[in-house]
């Protein structure tokens, strides 16, 4: 659970968002959270949807959800997992059904800069060969296997957060098998780097 706002340090992201959540100041929360992890979010949602025009679409959605979700925000993870929760999530129900007319018609002016922004500041990942060939391998695994080694490997995220995005609950059976499978996706990885000469065995 997050910390109260006076025991928040009002350096780190809880704290800013504690603070101005206490104020009643949501888009500035808002704006706060997407700045902050709005490049790691595109990149996490380039690599879930394999698209990068659907998943700018799809940020877009994500900083309204935010946006309105954060007055019922109860602090039971952190505001990293809890957003990255709300992008897997957004994600999986556009995969289901892209072609739908969003649900949301906010579409308020400050998620559309807000996702703006992040999607411009998104570090470039596509430029050597190794990772044009990292990239090319990643898109055959399917989308939740693509979350979680983006979640854990790309985003660091612990193994309770990675669960908890996920949606498969946080117990020691459900991190298990996170990371069995996990393991299983790295072999794979590195199989394949091994057969295509990326690395030497």
């Not at 706002?5 to 704290?15: H, I, Q, W, Y």
């Not at 090319?136 to 983006?150: F, G, H, K, N, Y």
């Amino acid at each position: 659970m997050s910390p109260p706002v006076s025991e928040a340090r009002s350096d780190t992201l809880e704290g800013r968002v504690a603070t101005l959540r206490a104020r009643g100041d949501h888009s500035a929360a808002t704006a706060a959270i997407l700045r902050e992890l709005g490049p790691g979010l595109c990149g996490y949602l380039i690599a879930v949807l394999r698209d990068e025009n659907d998943a700018q679409d799809v940020l877009a959605d994500v900083a309204v959800h935010v946006l309105t979700a954060l007055p019922r925000f109860r602090g039971d993870s952190t505001v990293k997992t809890w957003t990255y929760r709300i992008a897997w999530r957004t994600a999986m129900r556009h995969r289901h059904d892209p072609g739908r007319r969003r649900a949301i018609e906010l579409r308020s002016s400050l998620a559309e800069k807000l996702a703006a922004e992040a999607r411009q500041s998104t570090a470039i990942y596509r430029r050597t060969t190794t990772l044009a060939w990292l990239e090319r391998i990643r898109a055959e695994l399917t989308p939740a296997d693509q979350s979680l080694l983006t979640l854990r490997l790309d985003r660091d995220m612990s193994w309770g957060e990675v669960a908890q995005v996920m949606g498969v609950g946080s117990t020691a059976v459900a991190v298990a098998g996170l990371r069995k499978r996990y393991e299983r996706i790295k072999d794979r990885l590195r199989k394949a780097a091994e057969r295509d000469g990326v690395i030497t065995g």
